[in-house]
């Protein structure tokens, strides 16, 4: 079970801290960031606590934590393209 956790952990939060990192590098607004990795903090342990430990591993945290953490990156992702707007010429 714990690496079965640990997996999903090391598949999904590495590609979602490199999206905050980039969106810090180009001046991402620190309370957003903050407020954000927060945010998927709190997803990921809800997708484990209430996810992948619930009886039979299917409870409401997986959709909990997959639509988060999609969302998370899909956020960083549009945010940083937001960021570096001036680059592309608009």
């Known amino acids: ?3 079965r956790c640990h997996n ?3 598949e999904n939060v590495p590609l979602a801290l490199l999206l905050a990192g980039i969106v810090e590098l180009n001046g991402g607004n620190r309370k957003v960031l903050n407020g954000a ?8 342990i809800v997708h484990v606590e209430f996810g ?3 009886p039979g591993n299917n409870g409401f ?3 909990v934590g997959f639509f988060g953490t999609q969302g998370f990156m899909a956020g960083m992702a549009g945010y940083a393209a937001y960021l570096v707007k001036g680059y592309w010429g608009f």
């Open 61 to 63: 945290g997986r959709a």
């Open 1 to 3: 079970m714990a690496a």
């Open 37 to 44: 990795l927060g945010a998927l903090l709190l997803i990921r």
């Open 8 to 10: 999903n952990f090391v």
């Open 52 to 54: 992948l430990k619930a």
